[in-house]
């Protein structure tokens, strides 16, 4: 699971924010764009690009896209 | 591995019933627009039944059964077994629901009655059910109810909940038949996830008490009280694009068979993002998967009947057809069927 291609994933579920804005330290959940939808769409991308679950306390424990890429790229 | 099969058995004839008041979306007061828009679109719910209080699941359940039993020219003395799949009894914990439904109905008193507290995997659970004790023949018609009233346990200011569920009933009559090719049945659990759909209080791990109807609103800023649902949506999203497909390929790869080999797939309305993905993972093409999610919700147990009645009528009446019919859910529990209907009765929407 290679940690650029799933942070252009993560940011390719967004439509108003700046790619390029959203790096590995980004806290995703303060992005004015997050929302709950926004959260489907990434459990969705994670699972059919990299057959990876993303459960609601991933989503919950981590802060930024690192952490949440750590998380679940160990599994 | 559950991979069952009930022989001399076929489902005859479906009915389903709603509320007739219907709640839109749109016009909801509490949450913010843009938010509202986005559910439409991604969810795919625009607008549902509410029962009130003067409804019950037993209540829109009967209706659909009278009109069945109407419709069909059921003799009730032929019905030896009514199941009630409801996660919405009318008590609080007894009696069961099915014994005041087999009165309501005029069954015999020979009927068996019974209920089984399963929500959106509960249909394809009930008919395995029924389907095994008619498998015999000891028993020759079997009526299947399920129905939840799922617009009650919700909190008005939950945003994960409150725009979600809809109410509904649906009855299901099966018959034993020697020439009958049966149901095929693929079952499966995972206890682990119990929380991903829960009513935490009101039950005897914690009980009831003033405390119950405290709302609170957690991190997420999600408001409820210990009665209401609560709901992890991104569980329940991330088990369902999940299991739905696997138990439908291990149902239809253990048969054999193959997309062409079906010609309806009516899975349970949870939501529509989910239900795409599933569709889409099966490689389904759309005019075989129908939805009643739009002017329904997501309506528990009932889902399922509840989409073949009003989206596959005429279809259904035209020829005979293969269907799979998939539930996932609470519990979580979740289960596929494969099964032939031909000279399927379907009676028109109740409202009640």
Same mark, same amino acid.
């Given at each position: 699971?290679?940690?650029?291609?799933?942070l252009?994933?993560? &940011? !390719?579920?967004?439509?108003?924010?700046?790619?390029?804005?959203?790096? =590995?330290d980004?806290?995703?959940?303060?992005?004015e764009?997050?929302?709950?939808?926004?959260?489907?769409?990434?459990?969705?991308? &994670? !699972?059919?690009?990299?057959?990876?679950?993303?459960?609601g306390?991933? =989503?919950?424990?981590?802060?930024?896209?690192?952490?949440?890429?750590?998380?679940?790229?160990?599994? | 591995?559950?991979?069952l099969?009930?022989?001399?058995?076929?489902?005859?004839?479906?009915?389903?019933?709603?509320?007739?008041?219907?709640?839109?979306?749109q016009?909801?007061?509490?949450?913010?627009?843009n938010?509202?828009?986005s559910?439409?679109?991604?969810?795919?719910?625009?607008?549902?039944?509410?029962s009130?209080?003067?409804?019950?699941?037993?209540?829109l359940?009967?209706a659909?059964?009278?009109?069945?039993?109407?419709?069909?020219?059921?003799?009730?003395?032929?019905?030896?077994?009514v199941?009630?799949?409801?996660q919405?009894?009318?008590?609080?914990?007894l009696?069961?629901?099915?014994c005041i439904?087999?009165?309501?109905?005029?069954?015999?008193?020979?009927?068996?009655?019974?209920?089984?507290?399963?929500?959106?995997?509960?249909?394809?659970?009930?008919?395995?059910?029924i389907?095994?004790?008619?498998?015999?023949?000891?028993i020759?018609?079997?009526?299947?109810?399920?129905?939840?009233?799922?617009?009650?346990?919700?909190?008005?200011?939950?945003?994960?909940?409150?725009?979600l569920?809809g109410?509904?009933?649906?009855?299901?009559?099966?018959?034993?038949?020697?020439?009958?090719?049966?149901?095929?049945?693929?079952?499966?659990?995972?206890?682990?996830?119990?929380?991903?759909?829960?009513?935490?209080?009101?039950g005897f791990r914690?009980?009831?008490?003033h405390?119950?109807l405290?709302?609170?609103?957690?991190?997420?800023?999600?408001?409820?009280c210990?009665?209401?649902?609560?709901?992890?949506?991104?569980?329940?999203?991330?088990?369902?694009?999940?299991?739905?497909?696997?138990?439908?390929?291990?149902?239809?790869?253990?048969?054999?068979?193959t997309?062409?080999?079906?010609?309806?797939a009516v899975?349970h309305q949870?939501?529509?993002?989910?239900?795409?993905?599933?569709?889409k993972?099966?490689?389904?093409?759309e005019?075989k998967?129908?939805?009643?999610?739009?002017?329904?919700?997501?309506?528990?147990?009932?889902?399922?009947?509840?989409?073949?009645?009003?989206?596959?009528?005429?279809?259904?009446?035209?020829k005979?057809s293969?269907?799979?019919?998939?539930?996932?859910?609470?519990?979580?529990?979740?289960?596929?069927?494969?099964?032939?209907?031909?000279?399927?009765?379907?009676?028109?929407?109740?409202?009640?």
């Open positions: 699971m290679d940690k650029d291609a799933f252009k994933s993560f &940011a !390719d579920q967004f439509d108003d924010t700046d790619p390029a804005s959203i790096t =590995l980004t806290k995703f959940k303060e992005l764009e997050w929302s709950s939808m926004v959260a489907l769409m990434i459990i969705a991308m &994670a !699972d059919e690009n990299y057959n990876k679950k993303i459960t306390a991933d =989503l919950r424990e981590s802060g930024t896209i690192g952490q949440l890429y750590e998380r679940i790229s160990s599994r | 591995m559950a991979l099969y009930n022989k001399n058995v076929s489902v005859t004839g479906i009915s389903a019933c709603v509320p007739r008041e219907v709640v839109r979306n016009d909801n007061g509490v949450f913010a627009e938010d509202i828009k559910f439409i679109s991604n969810v795919g719910i625009e607008e549902y039944r509410a009130g209080p003067g409804i019950c699941a037993s209540d359940c009967v659909a059964a009278e009109k069945l039993i109407e419709d069909m020219g059921i003799n009730k003395e032929d019905i030896g077994i199941v009630f799949v409801s919405s009894p009318d008590y609080y914990f009696p069961n629901t099915a439904i087999q009165h309501r109905l005029h069954l015999s008193k020979e009927t068996l009655a019974f209920d089984v507290p399963l929500g959106c995997s509960g249909y394809v659970y009930g008919l395995n059910m389907a095994s004790y008619l498998s015999s023949g000891q020759k018609k079997g009526l299947l109810l399920v129905g939840d009233t799922g617009s009650k346990t919700t909190n008005a200011k939950d945003k994960s909940s409150a725009l569920f109410d509904a009933g649906a009855a299901t009559m099966l018959e034993y038949d020697p020439n009958a090719s049966g149901i095929h049945f693929h079952l499966a659990t995972d206890g682990s996830g119990y929380k991903a759909i829960i009513v935490p209080e009101g914690n009980r009831f008490s405390e119950s405290i709302e609170k609103t957690d991190a997420e800023g999600l408001t409820r210990g009665i209401n649902v609560h709901l992890d949506g991104f569980d329940v999203f991330s088990f369902g694009i999940t299991e739905a497909p696997k138990t439908v390929k291990k149902l239809t790869e253990h048969l054999g068979i997309n062409d080999h079906i010609d309806f899975f949870a939501n529509k993002m989910m239900n795409e993905k599933i569709r993972k099966l490689a389904l093409p005019d998967v129908p939805y009643s999610l739009k002017k329904f919700g997501n309506t528990s147990s009932a889902s399922i009947p509840l989409t073949i009645v009003t989206a596959l009528r005429e279809q259904l009446h035209k005979s293969s269907v799979i019919l998939c539930g996932f859910g609470v519990g979580l529990s979740w289960g596929t069927a494969y099964t032939t209907l031909g000279n399927l009765f379907l009676s028109e929407l109740v409202e009640l």
